[in-house]
Every structure is written in structure tokens, then in C-alpha cells.
């Protein structure tokens, strides 16, 4: 029952506020409390939306994150004004960098305090404005339950993003009418283009007459829900696809036309494919620094059709011959029947080759010596979980090795922080996820390193009854930063050793169950172990410490300089 006892029709903005989440079809949020949103919370029980208490805001906003990215649909937040909001800036930066809609709602001090440096007062609107699509100040109670609706709108509409709604508690307990849920009206955000005949004629033309084209498939094919007529297209042209980290799963892996990763870690044979080719058709993806090496010498014998939904990222890092503006299926709608079947048997032989000379050395051969490497982990995992499984990974090395040795499938069957790269993101955008997807097996990967980042949402796992199996890949270092420290910095381990507490007693510390595991032979039966777990269950493998993830284009290099794999040292 609602706490609001008025009956004169009116409602406290705290009840808008809840109420309107409910009229955007919101049934869980993620949050912390304090004085400044204490109001809201106060009104939370009298509607039908469970609240998962976080132990840092940061993660609540990664939670949401991982729960929007997870269902495809808009993830909530909250937090207390100051330290709360604050708190939040990695979650909502992380957000914005991989176009993933969530909506953050913080308390914010009476609006006759504002500008006083109040007790816990920060101008978040201020502090968020460049890493968020949108923000709003709301200062009246009815205010808020329009400015929710136009949050959810701009959050979700063109290439998604975090929003803030920053409300003042002087507005949460002020009173308004009901809300009429008049439609959102924002003239100038038009979000939406509708790709032109000219355009899509133009890139049929370039692909029917291209000789060595190459589909690049971006996060945008998963957000649009495009993968079927991706595949149509690459039926029709006979045409290879490489993916981006976030790309993964929009293209299945066990396609004979699927490539594998591009980039700074993507497959050797991948990266000369790009640099031999002379169409690129990229969907739903931005060129990323990762992704193209020095932009001088990137994919210079290729023209480029570029479809993206951001109008802003076009020719933003790298000149479209053809750019198409515009949602990646309404884009493959248009341009599928204009394009002729053709078979690229030679293209295809040529990728061949590169393949099999690259994978005769650059792939790691798993060793069978006893000794416990991460590729290991990731593979075993794939093989046990049949690729069925959603992977939510932190970052570091054992990020690649997941990209590389785990074949996704389907859409959404991995979550990672691509764009900000934050450490720290995989346990609570797991803890996310599950509430999105409560029957699907969700696995956690993360290093000794991020693991700690977030390890204080083990208590939530406890508290909240969070199923989620995790997998902790212990090395002893900052791997990935060591790892460039052996390339670039003459092996001066400088703040990348790292020494963890016990990872098995720290779960078990937390009600949860927890296994270790040293030797390959140990890894089926722990997720055997996990698996079978009542609830959050965590596996620490200690792998091998000073391993390297090949290949590797160095930041800002050609993308054919990559650092391969020594050729000597093939068996490991
Ligand atoms: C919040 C944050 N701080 C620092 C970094 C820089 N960084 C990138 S990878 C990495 C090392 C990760 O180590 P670990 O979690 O142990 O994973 P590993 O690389 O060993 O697999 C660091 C410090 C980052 N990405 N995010």
C-alpha cells in the first residue's frame, strides 16, 4: 500500500516518482540510501519494484548496466546526493562509452540549499554532464514523473545512453497531481533515420562489385537485434565477418564465415584480412583506437560503407565512402535484397591461408604439462557450458583470453566493459544481469585485481540470494599492465604484483560456497561444484603468473605490426 495517505487526489513526489518507474514497466532497482533520497526510499514498499541494496554506488550503477545490456532494456540506479552521486561517475561513464541505457536517479539537498555547499551537496548535473546522453535537475514534485518518461525516452531511443535525474528532497515530499502520462514531446531530438534508397543502392554497388569485402559486426548488431538478416546478408554475399569485443555473439562463432576478434588482440589473420581488404562494410561500430591502430595506415586499400546509428560517429575516425545514418536492422532491411548473390571463393581462400599459417604459430597450444594457463579456463568453460552460458568479464588479460578462446554464440551471451575498460565492472553487472535473466547460467570472469575492485558485492550476492557462478583468474599480477610492462618497459614490474587475500575464505566468509583450483585437470569438477551450488558460488584458479595474451598490436601502431607469438616457444 502506498505510504501516501492523502485524499485529496494529490501524491508526495516520492509516489510520482515510483509510480512513474512502474508505468515504464520497472521492476527492480539497484541503490544505495542516504538523507538526501531518504523520501523516495520511504515510499519504495508501497509499489511493486524490488530494490537490491549494493555496498558501493558505483556498482549500482554497473548493475543497472549490467541489467540493460543484459535484456535490452533500461537499467535503474539510485543513490544519495554528494559522496552518492559521486560514487556513481564510473558506473554511468561506463555506460555512456558502450551506449547502454540506464537511468540514475540521485537525491539531491532542498532546492533553497543549492549553492550553499550544503551538507552533502555536489552538482552532479554538473559533475555528469559530459558522460551522460542527458541529465535533469528537478527541483518540483511535478516534475518528476514527466522528467522520468523522458529520461526512460532518451535513454532508450536512437544510440542509447545513462541518463541522471537529480531530485531535490524538498520535491520528493512536495505534492502534485497524479501524472497524465502526456506523451514525451522534445523537439530537435530526432533520433531516428530512416536510411535513404541512395545510399543503400550505393552500398549494394560497392559490395556486388568488391572483390575482397569484409563485414565488420559492431555492438550495434546486437542492440538492434539484427543478427538473422546479418546472416542473410552474409548468405547473399558470401562475405566474411570479424567482429568487435562487443560485437561478439552478434555473428555465431561456429559459422565457418565467422573470423574472429579485429583489433588490438584480435586474431592475427583477422587484422591482415583488414589490411588486405578493399570493402569494409561496418555495422553498428565506431573504429575505436582498439580497433584500427594508427588510422594512417588502417585499411588503406579499402573503401568503407559505415551504417551507425549516431550520426556523430560518422567519418568521426575513419572517411566513409558510403555512410549510412540509421539502426542497423532498419539498415539491413533496405540493403539486404539490393545486394546480389556472389560467391568469393578466392577471398575466402586467401583468409584460409592467413588462417592456417597464423594458427600453425600465433594460437596458444594448450598445454597438457599440468600447468593451469587462463586460455585453459576459458576454453574448458566454453566446452562445459557448451557456449550456452552468459559471460560478464572484467577487464585485463583474462578479458582477451575470454574473447578469444570462449566462441559465443548468440547476442548478449557476453557482457564487458569495452569502451572505458573498467576494472571492477564484472560482478555487479553480473549481479545485474541475473535479475534480467533469471534463468539463464551466468557466469563471472575476473582477475585477482578487479575481483577486489568489487568483491564488497560478494555481500550482496549473500543478502540478495544472487545466483552467479565466479570465476577468479589469479595470477599474482595486474597481468595485463604487466604485460605491457614486459613489452614496453624492459620487465620493470613497478605496482603490478598484487597479493589477494584468500579468495576461497573470503566467499566462504560471506555464506558462500568456494573452491580452488591449480591444475587443468581440476577445472570440470569445479564447475561441476558451481554449478550445483544453492547460490553465488566463486572458484579461484591460480594459472600460470607470467603469461601473455598474443597477438598484440601496440597502442597506436599499424595494424599489421602486431607482436606475435614467439615462434620457438610454440607450445606454450
Ligand atoms: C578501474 C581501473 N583501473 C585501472 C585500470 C588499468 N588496468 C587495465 S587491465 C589492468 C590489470 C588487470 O589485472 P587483473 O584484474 O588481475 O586481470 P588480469 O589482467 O591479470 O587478467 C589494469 C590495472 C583499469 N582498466 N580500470
Not at 27 to 51: K, S, T
Not at 69 to 75: F, I, K, L, N
Not at 98 to 119: E, M, N
Not at 237 to 264: E, I, K, N, Q, Y
Request: charged share 20%; net charge negative; glycine share 10%.
Amino acid at each position: 500500500m502506498s505510504r501516501d495517505a492523502s485524499t485529496d487526489g494529490t501524491m508526495t513526489g516520492a509516489c510520482a516518482l515510483w509510480a512513474a518507474l512502474v508505468a515504464e514497466g520497472v521492476d527492480v532497482v539497484f541503490g544505495y540510501p542516504g538523507g538526501a533520497i531518504m523520501p523516495a526510499y520511504d515510499a519504495l514498499p508501497g509499489y511493486p519494484i524490488r530494490h537490491v541494496l549494493c555496498r558501493h554506488e558505483q556498482n549500482a550503477a554497473h548493475m543497472a548496466d549490467g541489467y540493460a545490456r543484459a535484456s535490452g532494456r533500461v537499467g535503474v540506479a539510485i543513490a544519495t546526493s554528494g559522496p552518492g552521486a559521486t560514487n556513481l561517475v564510473t558506473g554511468i561513464a561506463t555506460a555512456m562509452l558502450d551506449s547502454s541505457p540506464i537511468v540514475c536517479i540521485t537525491g539531491q539537498v532542498p532546492s533553497t540549499l543549492i549553492g550553499s555547499d550544503a551538507f552533502q551537496e555536489t552538482d552532479i548535473t554538473g559533475v555528469t554532464l559530459p558522460i551522460t546522453k542527458h541529465n535533469y535537475l528537478v527541483t518540483r514534485a511535478e516534475d518528476i514523473a514527466p522528467t522520468i518518461r523522458e529520461a526512460f525516452h532518451v535513454a532508450k531511443s536512437g544510440r542509447p545512453g545513462p541518463v541522471v535525474v537529480d531530485i531535490t528532497k524538498d520535491a520528493q515530499v512536495g505534492r502534485c497531481a497524479p501524472d497524465d502520462g502526456a506523451p514525451v514531446r522534445l523537439p530537435g531530438y530526432r533520433p531516428c533515420h530512416r536510411p535513404g534508397a541512395m545510399e543503400l543502392d550505393e552500398a549494394a554497388r560497392l559490395i556486388d562489385a568488391a572483390e575482397r569485402p569484409l563485414v565488420f559486426c559492431g555492438h550495434g548488431v546486437v542492440k538492434a537485434e539484427a543478427t538473422a538478416l546479418l546472416r542473410e546478408l552474409v548468405d547473399k554475399g558470401d562475405l566474411p565477418v570479424a567482429c568487435t569485443l562487443l560485437g561478439l555473439g552478434g555473428f555465431p562463432a561456429s559459422d565457418p564465415r565467422h573470423l574472429g576478434m579485429m583489433g588490438m588482440h584480435g586474431e592475427a589473420w583477422v587484422n591482415e584480412a583488414v589490411q588486405r581488404a578493399d570493402l569494409l562494410i561496418a555495422l553498428g561500430m565506431r573504429f575505436d583506437d582498439r580497433v584500427t591502430g594508427n588510422l594512417a595506415s588502417y585499411a588503406r586499400n579499402a573503401k568503407k560503407i559505415h551504417v551507425e546509428l549516431d550520426p556523430a560517429e560518422v567519418g568521426k575516425n575513419v572517411a566513409a565512402d558510403v555512410a549510412i545514418v540509421g539502426d542497423v536492422k532498419d539498415v539491413l532491411l533496405g540493403l539486404v535484397p539490393r545486394v546480389a548473390w556472389k560467391k568469393r571463393a578466392a577471398w575466402r581462400g586467401e583468409i584460409a591461408a592467413l588462417r592456417d599459417d597464423s594458427e600453425a604459430h600465433d594460437v596458444q597450444r594448450l598445454p597438457d604439462d599440468g600447468r593451469l594457463l587462463a586460455a585453459h579456463v576459458m576454453a574448458d568453460l566454453h566446452r562445459l557450458t557448451e557456449g550456452a552460458a552468459l559471460i560478464v568479464t572484467d577487464v585485463g588479460q583474462h578479458q582477451m583470453w575470454e574473447a578469444q578462446y570462449y566462441r559465443h554464440e548468440s547476442p548478449r551471451s557476453l557482457i564487458t566493459s569495452g569502451g572505458l575498460g573498467t576494472m571492477g565492472f564484472a560482478l555487479p553487472a553480473a549481479i545485474g544481469a541475473r535479475f534480467a535473466r533469471p534463468g539463464d547460467e551466468i557466469w563471472v570472469i575476473a582477475g585477482d585485481g578487479g575481483c577486489q575492485m568489487s568483491a564488497a558485492e560478494l555481500s550482496t550476492c549473500m543478502q540478495e540470494g544472487v545466483k552467479v557462478h565466479i570465476a577468479v583468474i589469479n595470477n599474482g599480477y595486474l597481468g595485463m599492465v604487466r604485460q605491457w610492462q614486459d613489452f614496453f618497459y624492459e620487465k620493470r614490474y613497478v605496482a603490478t604484483p598484487i597479493v589477494s587475500p584468500d579468495f576461497v575464505k573470503l566467499a566462504e566468509a560471506h555464506g558462500l560456497r568456494a573452491r580452488r583450483v591449480t591444475e587443468r585437470g581440476g577445472i570440470e569438477d569445479a564447475v561441476r561444484f558451481a554449478r550445483e551450488a544453492p547460490g553465488t558460488c566463486l572458484v579461484e584458479f591460480r594459472v600460470t603468473q607470467e603469461d601473455t595474451v598474443y597477438p598484440m598490436v601496440p597502442a597506436g601502431n599499424d595494424l599489421a605490426d602486431m607482436i606475435r607469438r614467439p615462434r620457438t616457444k610454440g607450445a606454450s
